[in-house]
């Protein structure tokens, strides 16, 4: 598995999907995490963080830039997955028993009636509102509780990194089986009443984050500037690792 800015990335959208297949299939609990520029520069600052998204299952590759910087580092081409593209292709599928963890209430239930269009079965799975607390506050042996009664193969959660992630990490010890996936704003995106994804023209253009500074300042800007201050850094170690494994 490629191991890239000290994330253990799965870039291959066929074998992400075989082996969430083969994760549900153990009957064992599991994590994804879905790395964008927040986690990237998170994990390069915070040691304990990393220890937490390298405990995932794998990691999926959710910046434009990411694979920009692997081509012009290392010469090969990767591209990019996002979690709303994630989310979409497992939802779309209608294979799989899911739980939704996380967002507001009137977020989930205008989710729930948007999944429902693709999928009736929707409506039999658990949308649960979770309470506005800090990552250690959370009661787990309680939320396990409600998410084992639905025994689900996919288990959604929209916390938001770095958050989500940690939030997964502690969750997992008390599932009886299920691959959680962090999947950030997705369920205001899908939602249709929340906070809209950036237009496919800023995707493309490696312009996403800065659409998503204009369109919430006070939220993005933080994590802008934290990612801006890093990536030197980040950049620097990948190039003295790229060196030393040629």
């Not at 890239?4 to 959208?13: L, P, T």
């Not at 949308?127 to 787990?140: G, R």
Request: overall charge positive; glycine content about 4%.
């Amino acid at each position: 598995m490629p191991h890239y800015f000290n994330i253990n990335y799965q870039f291959s959208i066929p074998d992400i999907h075989k082996r969430i297949e083969a994760a549900i299939n153990t009957d064992a609990p599991s994590y994804i995490c879905v790395a964008d520029g927040n986690i990237l520069q998170k994990v390069h600052r915070d040691p304990e963080y990393r220890k937490v998204v390298d405990g995932a299952l794998f990691s999926i590759c959710d910046s434009s830039w990411v694979p920009l910087y692997i081509k012009k580092i290392y010469g090969v081409q990767y591209g990019q997955y996002s979690g709303s593209s994630i989310f979409d292709d497992i939802t779309r599928a209608a294979r799989y028993r899911q739980c939704f963890l996380g967002g507001s209430e009137d977020v989930l239930a205008a989710l729930r009636d948007k999944l429902m269009a693709i999928d009736q079965a929707i409506a039999e799975m658990r949308f649960e509102a979770l309470p506005f607390a800090d990552v250690d506050s959370f009661d787990y042996p309680a939320i396990a509780e409600t998410v084992n009664r639905e025994d689900p193969d996919i288990i959604w959660v929209s916390l938001g990194a770095p958050k989500q992630e940690i939030f997964m990490s502690k969750l997992k010890p008390y599932l009886n089986r299920g691959v959680m996936i962090g999947v950030g704003a997705v369920f205001n995106f899908r939602s249709g009443i929340a906070e809209r994804r950036a237009p496919q023209w800023a995707v493309k253009s490696h312009l996403e984050f800065v659409w998503r500074l204009f369109s919430d300042p006070r939220k993005q800007w933080p994590r802008v500037r934290n990612i801006i201050t890093a990536l030197p850094s980040i950049i620097r170690e990948e190039k003295r690792r790229a060196r030393m494994c040629p």
